[in-house]
C-alpha cells in the first residue's frame, strides 16, 4: 500500500478518538504510528495546531511529503512541520524543501484534557517537550495525588509533576539533569498557575535519589564526583520513575535492560509505606512479566510488599503489536 493508503485508513481508524480528543480539551496526540500501521520509521504527531511529520529511517522525497500534508491538510488545515530525523543519534535534518523554519522555532501551548503545556517543534534538543505515549501516565497521576507529596525522576519537560499539582498535590519535586527542560516545566507550571506547590531540582538522579532515600552517593570506578545539590532524606506518597534507555555519568549507569534495580532500590526507599512508585521501560525486547517480577523481588529484599499493581497501557493512537507495547508503565502499591 502507499503512504497515502496507509496514512488514510489510520485517520479513519481514529474518527471516534479524535472526537473524544476534542471533548476532552485535547489536541495532542498520533496521527500515524509507522512502526505498527504499515510504514516503518514514519510517525505523524498532532501538536495544537500543527502536523509533525518524522522519519527515522528514510527521508520523504518531496512527492511523498507533498502527498502526506495534502492528505493532512484536508482532515485539517493545520502547519506542516516535517523533521527528518534518519540520521545519526536522531537529530532532525532540516533541508530546504522541507522547512517550516519560523513555526517550527517558535513557542507554542498545546493541551492535554485541559492541561496547558508549552511545545517547540524544533529546539536545541530532540522531541517536542512533551511525549505523547505518556498521557495515559499524566492521567494517572493527576487522579491519585490529591493531597499527597510526588517525586517525579527524569521529569523532563514536568509533565507528570504538572500533571500531580493539576490533581491537588500538596507538593511536587521534579528531578531532572537538563536546565533546558526544567526551564520549560518551569513554564509549564505557569500556565497552569501551580508554581507554589512545584519545585525544579537540577541534578543527576543517582545523587538526588540516592539522598533522598537515606543511602549514601557513590561513584563509578575512578569517577571524580561532581557537585550536586544537597537534599534532606524524605518519603513521598507518589513516586514516578522514567529513566532513559541507557545514560552514564560519574555517578551511575542507567540501564533499563540490565541493571534497572539501580534505580528501582532507592526509588522503593524513597515511597512511602502505603505508597505507590509507578515504573516506566521504554525497551520494547525487555519481557513485561519478567520485569514485573523483578521488581517485586527487589521490593521484598527491602522487607516490603507489592500489595496491589495496576497497568497503565497506551491510548489507541499508539496501537502496538499484540498490544504488547513497547513502553511498560506499572503503578506499584507498596506497604
Known sequence: MSIQA????ALAKRATFFEQAAHNNTDCYRVFHGTVEGENGLNIDRYGDAWLIQTFHQTLSAQQLEDIS??????????????????????VVNHPENEAQDY??????IQENGILFTSKLRHEGQDPLLFLDMRIGREYVRNNSQGKTVLNLFSYTCGIGIAAAMGGARRVMNVDFSSFALAA???NAELNNVTDVCEFVQSDAFPALRQLAGLPIGGRRNQKLPKYPKLRATQFDLVFLDPPRFAKSAFGIVDLVNDYQGLFKPAVLATKVGGTLVCCN????????????SLVRCVEKQGRKVIYNQ???CYEDFPSFDDNHPLKIVALTIN
Request: proline fraction near 0%.
Open 6 to 9: 496507509v496514512l488514510a485508513d
Open 70 to 91: 495534502s492528505l493532512l491538510t484536508a482532515h485539517a488545515d493545520y502547519h506542516i512541520v516535517y523533521n527528518d530525523r534518519s540520521g545519526s543519534h536522531s537529530r
Open 104 to 109: 517550527a522555532q517558535s513557542t507554542q501551548v
Open 185 to 187: 516545566g518551569q513554564t
Open 282 to 293: 521504554n525497551v520494547a525486547k525487555v519481557d513485561r512479566q519478567a520485569w514485573y517480577d
Open 311 to 313: 497497568w497503565l497501557d
